[in-house]
Structures are given as structure tokens and as C-alpha cells.
């Protein structure tokens, strides 16, 4: 979503009007999950993607007819059905919910895409609430919550307010969406903005290394520390925004910590690794993972508890760190934390996709020949 908003505040200062698409909700499978977002100039051009094919095809006409009659915004469906997958090369088979919000001149919302495109570079994160679906409630209402408890506009029901606040205040740490369905009916479709994570290396060594890699390619900010200069530098790590030389206990003060940060501790030790984990699980990073044997773990967790360090937070820690990929290169190794932190911030496991057996058996049954 970050270049959508960054054009829509750029439009908005030049006063040039737009409309930005947005997935709302999906059922099954599809081509685009909610929150993302497409943005349609008056001259037809865009910026993001909705997925691409016969849906942000049909997004797109929708959008430019919208800005072209100025009728306000609309709450859209598409159903993935057999014949467009079969028309379009895809094997998608759900629902997708749009929300298309047309911004004619003169454009009020401009201070908010503004702080948008100011939270993805460090200003203050905040959470947009807007109806999308009501019987009730004007379509396009909106409520702005800041992560300081700042609150400005309304949904035009002082309960839903505080319901979408309340949800807001799980979404703004890592810049998540959701769908809330209130009891009246009416659907808020709630998107948070923050600056895109970061990933914090302790340690330059082999692995790590790997790790910054993988994880500049995946859009994360990278920062790196160590206790030798030769392995924190600008030289060995190009792609990284911060690189500093510190004590494996003293470093977190150096770096830009916030819940939307990662921390990989990777040293060349036990007893750094120790120092190095003990320094990260005072700081607010949602994770925090260490490279090791289950052994190790253990000693340096006992260690830790003896220090003071909570129990429930030592249970959060990612050791040993990475999915079971079987891995033993450092590009190997590096490829399952990156994966282990992707599916973190998503909400998953990590689990295989793969059809169950159940499933081709029972089509076998229907088609015997073929058994």
C-alpha cells in the first residue's frame, strides 16, 4: 500500500483527483488479500495492483466511472467463479470485497494521506476506520486513530468508534488490516500505517550476512551491530540503514526499536549470545530469535530467568531460531528465518499448503479409470 499512498498524497498536494480501490475482505482462494489497494488516475493510469486479470480489470472500470460521475464512494463484490478463472488462466475460486473511494476536488482528506505517507517514513503510525457496508451509516465515514490515543472524525456511532479503536490498537504495531462486522450489520474496514519493519542483526558473521540480504529484498529497513568493526561496517553490509559497533549489552539503545522490529541474535559465542539476547528482550521487538542448539537455548534461557528476564517472555523467543528446512549453508539457513519471520508477521505457522490426500482420493473415487 505504501506507493498507492505516497502517489494519493502527491495527487492531493497538486489537487489532482483519484480513486483508490481497496480489498476489503476474501473469501477463499484469491488472487489479492485485504489491504491491497489500487489507485486510478483521472488520465486511467495506476499505481499498485489489485491482482491483475479480469478483476482489477473490472476494479479499474469501476473506479473510473466512479471519479468520472463523482458519485461517491461504493461497496463492490466479485465472485471468482469457473468461468472467469477458466477465461483468465487462474485457479482462484472465492469472493473478493472492494472498497472505491473517489477523491474529487476539493479533497479534505489530504492531511490524512499526508500523515499516511508520513507514517511509512517514521512520522506517527496511525489506523484509518471507515464504513465500507451499512444500512445506517453513510458509506466512507471515517475515524483516524493515532498511536499516541489521538482520535479525529467519527463512523457516526459512538459504540462503533470504540469498537474500532479497541481492534485499531492490535492492528498499528505491525501495520495490519481487518474487517470488523458490528452487531448492527455495519462493516469497518480498518488499515494501520506504520514504517515498513526492520530487521535488527546482532552479529555480522556468515549467517546474518545471508540474512540481510534475503531481507532487503523483502522490503525490510536492515540494521546491524557487532562488538568487532570488521563485521559491522558500511562495506560488509551495503544494504543496511544503520551499522554500529557496540558491547552485545549495550547496543539497543543505538537503534530505532519499535514492535514492528525483528532481532536476529547470531554472535560468535555462548556467552555473547547471552548478553546479546538479554539486551533484546528488554526492548519492545515482537521478534526475537536466536540461532543456536536446543541446548544452548536451554542454558542461556536458565541463565536469563536467574537475571530476572519473565518467563512469558522467554517463551516468545524464536530458539532455535528459523523453519525446519533442513538447511545448512548460511543462504540456507538465512532462507528459514526469513521464512519463520514472514509467517510470523502474518499469523501462520509455516505449515505445507499442499492438497490433504483426502482430497485426491475422493477424486479418484469419482473417476475410477484414473485410480
Not at 140 to 162: N, T
Not at 214 to 242: C, I, N, Q
Not at 316 to 343: F, K, Q, W, Y
Request: net charge negative; proline share 6%; with cysteine.
Amino acid at each position: 500500500m505504501q506507493s498507492v499512498y505516497e502517489e494519493a498524497a502527491a495527487l492531493a498536494e497538486q489537487g489532482s483527483p483519484f480513486v483508490i480501490a481497496t480489498v476489503v475482505h476474501t473469501k477463499g482462494s484469491t488472487p489479492q488479500k485485504p489491504g491491497a489497494s489500487l489507485l486510478v488516475r483521472s488520465d486511467g493510469s495506476t499505481v499498485g495492483t489489485l491482482g491483475g486479470g479480469c478483476v482489477e480489470g473490472d476494479i479499474w472500470f469501476a473506479a473510473s466511472q466512479a471519479l468520472r460521475d463523482a458519485s461517491g464512494p461504493l461497496f463492490k463484490d466479485y465472485f471468482l467463479n469457473e468461468d472467469i478463472a477458466a477465461r483468465e488462466g487462474l485457479v482462484c475460486g472465492g469472493s473478493m470485497f472492494f472498497f472505491i473511494e473517489p477523491f474529487p476536488l476539493p479533497l479534505p482528506a489530504a492531511g490524512l494521506l499526508r500523515a499516511i505517507a508520513h507514517a511509512y517514513h517514521g512520522g506517527i503510525p496511525l489506523a484509518s476506520a471507515i464504513v465500507v457496508r451499512s444500512s445506517r451509516l453513510p458509506l466512507g465515514s471515517r475515524l483516524v486513530l493515532r498511536s499516541d490515543g489521538a482520535r479525529s472524525g467519527s463512523l457516526g456511532d459512538p459504540f462503533l468508534d470504540d469498537q474500532a479503536a479497541s481492534l485499531a490498537d492490535d492492528l498499528l504495531p505491525l501495520g495490519k488490516t481487518a474487517l470488523l462486522h458490528a452487531d448492527a450489520g455495519d462493516d469497518v474496514f480498518i488499515a494501520a500505517f506504520t514504517s515498513p519493519p526492520s530487521l535488527l542483526l546482532v552479529g555480522g558473521g556468515h549467517v546474518n550476512l545471508a540474512v540481510s540480504r534475503f531481507a532487503h529484498l523483502l522490503g525490510f529497513r536492515v540494521l546491524v551491530t557487532d562488538d568487532r568493526r570488521e563485521f559491522a561496517s558500511k562495506d560488509r553490509f551495503p544494504m543496511a540503514e544503520l551499522v554500529a559497533v557496540h558491547p552485545y549489552d549495550a547496543w539497543a539503545s543505538s537503534f530505532p526499536i519499535t514492535p514492528n522490529t525483528a532481532i536476529v541474535v547470531s554472535t560468535r559465542g555462548h556467552r555473547e549470545d547471552d548478553l546479546a539476547l538479554e539486551a533484546a528482550l528488554r526492548t519492545p521487538a515482537s521478534y526475537v530469535g536466536l540461532i543456536g542448539s536446543k541446548r544452548k537455548t536451554l542454558l542461556i534461557h536458565e541463565a536469563l530467568l536467574r537475571r530476572g528476564i519473565p518467563l512469558q517472555r522467554l517463551k516468545d523467543v524464536r530458539a532455535p531460531i528459523g523453519l525446519d528446512l533442513g538447511g545448512r549453508s548460511p543462504e540456507e539457513i538465512a532462507l528459514s528465518i526469513l521464512a519463520e519471520i514472514v509467517a510470523f508477521r502474518h499469523g501462520r505457522h509455516g505449515a505445507p499448503l499442499r492438497l490433504d490426500h483426502a482430497l485426491l482420493d475422493r477424486l479418484a473415487q469419482q473417476h475410477p479409470a484414473s485410480a
